[in-house]
T-cell receptor, first 112, second 114 residues
Framework: DQQVKQNSPSLSVQEGRISILNCDYT??????FLWYKKYPAEGPTFLIS?????DKNEDGRFTVFLNKSAKHLSLHIVPSQPGDSAVYFC???????????FGGGTRLMVKP | NAGVMQNPRHLVRRRGQEARLRCSPM?????VYWYRQLPEEGLKFMVY????????ESGMPKERFSAEFPKEGPSILRIQQVVRGDSAAYFC????????????FGEGSRLTVL
């Protein structure tokens, strides 16, 4: 029962171009969404989040878009840099709980 | 550095042995979460604890796994009679309160069962 899905296991992008990572969810009780970045042999680090009452949140090179009707969110990174190469996890929180449900991750490779 | 501290970083056990993983949350954080990441998979929620209380253990296997967060000391995830399928990275996260949405993760403990 995968309530949060990241259908692309990997993505390769040229340095300077835009990276778009996608995430779909099924549970309409989710009210808060987060993106985490993970390097090998390290723990996930929080990147950016969005509340379900918004459709866009921007922080520097990172922007998260939320389409509630489609139960879809995306993370845009522009311009992409080689240091952005990592695994990106989408996560969602229910309004009646505190734990996060994670997607399977997308491995982003930014080529110089 | 007041980050989430996990130890050991790497643990090797033979089938049937016990594994104990420890987690010290960030200073001022009283909520601890354990997640497991199997190879090539995402993070799966296991258990959510506050000091001396298990709040949600819906992701914990019914047998062999237990967790605690005592009044004093770190949170401990205990796996008894380990099997090869327990080999995974176990991540601990903490938060200061329930209305703080993002969790802060440690670097993980990698368990290998021979």
């Amino acid at each position: 029962d995968q309530q949060v899905k990241q259908n692309s296991p990997s993505l390769s992008v040229q340095e300077g171009r835009i990276s778009i990572l996608n995430c779909d969810y099924t549970n309409s009780m989710f009210d808060y969404f987060l993106w985490y970045k993970k390097y090998p042999a390290e723990g996930p680090t929080f990147l950016i989040s969005i509340s379900s009452i918004k459709d866009k949140n921007e922080d520097g090179r990172f922007t998260v878009f939320l389409n509630k009707s489609a139960k879809h969110l995306s993370l845009h990174i522009v311009p992409s840099q080689p240091g952005d190469s990592a695994v990106y996890f989408c996560a969602a929180r229910r309004n009646a709980g505190n734990m996060l449900t994670f997607g399977g991750g997308t491995r982003l490779m930014v080529k110089p | 550095n007041a980050g989430v501290m996990q130890n050991p970083r790497h643990l090797v056990r033979r089938r049937g042995q016990e594994a104990r993983l420890r987690c010290s949350p960030m200073k001022g954080h009283s909520h601890v979460y354990w997640y497991r990441q199997l190879p090539e998979e995402g993070l799966k929620f296991m258990v959510y604890l506050q000091k001396e209380n298990i709040i949600d253990e819906s992701g914990m296997p019914k047998e062999r796994f237990s967790a605690e967060f005592p009044k004093e000391g770190p949170s401990i995830l205990r796996i008894q009679q380990v099997v090869r399928g327990d080999s995974a990275a176990y991540f601990c996260a903490s938060s200061p309160r329930t209305d703080r949405r993002e969790l802060f993760f440690g670097e993980g403990s990698r368990l290998t069962v021979l």
